[in-house]
T-cell receptor, first 114, second 115 residues
Framework: KAGVTQTPRYLIKTRGQQVTLSCSPI?????VSWYQQTPGQGLQFLFE???????NKGNFPGRFSGRQFSNSRSEMNVSTLELGDSALYLC?????????????FGPGTRLTVT | AQSVAQPEDQVNVAEGNPLTVKCTYS??????LFWYVQYPNRGLQFLLK??????LVKGSYGFEAEFNKSQTSFHLKKPSALVSDSALYFC?????????????FGTGTLLAVQP
């Protein structure tokens, strides 16, 4: 089956602009989580969506937002970009069913803010 | 607070030798534990997980990990290292309690396998 897909793979934006990243989970997975990876802070949890509802949020400013659609695809948006937002943004797709659990990551979107 | 520690920033091993990448965790309740590998400019690739059952978990590419509840550890091992195993390895724990799939990650360990 197809894996987690993220678009675009690479993005260059200017400080002050806004950006939208997209994540399509594995078919049947209803949970999508987003992470930011930077050399200094490592992997940090942004938020999680399940059945179109945000059910957990990390410690990031309100400039970071997200949503999930009825087909489980998710988008995250960063407004008023800052240089420090340059990072690899990873999306994770999760399926839990009874005692079964699997979580897979997409290839990431590399965002560079200049 | 929930946390994961990977005490070694880098592990060096000769090809053909066994390797161990260490991970300890601190969570309330029963942990779900994971190992992921990341190659340069790539996403995280799933290696293995422990949820319940046998403490020795076998995963992809010949890797295995042993869950040790008393030592709160989940070390990654491989009997014979390959140069192609050189990558960044992350241990992660799922936060227990409540309906969330949030993972807490360790800081990562760079594995360097010399030919």
């Amino acid at each position: 089956k197809a894996g987690v897909t993220q678009t675009p793979r690479y993005l260059i934006k200017t400080r002050g602009q806004q950006v939208t990243l997209s994540c399509s989970p594995i078919s049947g997975h209803r949970s999508v989580s987003w992470y930011q990876q930077t050399p200094g802070q490592g992997l940090q949890f942004l938020f999680e969506y399940f059945s179109e509802t945000q059910r957990n949020k990390g410690n990031f400013p309100g400039r970071f937002s997200g949503r999930q659609f009825s087909n489980s695809r998710s988008e995250m948006n960063v407004s008023t970009l800052e240089l420090g937002d340059s990072a690899l943004y990873l999306c994770a797709s999760t399926l839990t069913s009874g005692g079964f659990y699997e979580q897979y990551f997409g290839p990431g979107t590399r965002l560079t803010v200049t | 607070a929930q946390s994961v520690a990977q005490p070694e920033d880098q592990v060096n091993v000769a090809e053909g030798n066994p390797l161990t990448v260490k991970c300890t965790y601190s969570v309330s309740g029963n942990p779900y534990l994971f190992w992921y590998v990341q190659y340069p400019n790539r996403g995280l690739q799933f290696l293995l997980k422990y949820i319940t059952g046998d403490n020795l978990v076998k995963g992809s590419y010949g890797f295995e990990a042993e869950f040790n509840k008393s030592q709160t550890s989940f070390h990654l091992k491989k009997p014979s290292a390959l140069v192609s195993d050189s990558a960044l390895y992350f241990c992660a724990v799922r936060v227990d309690g409540g309906a969330t799939n949030k993972l807490i990650f360790g800081t990562g360990t760079l594995l360097a396998v010399q030919p």
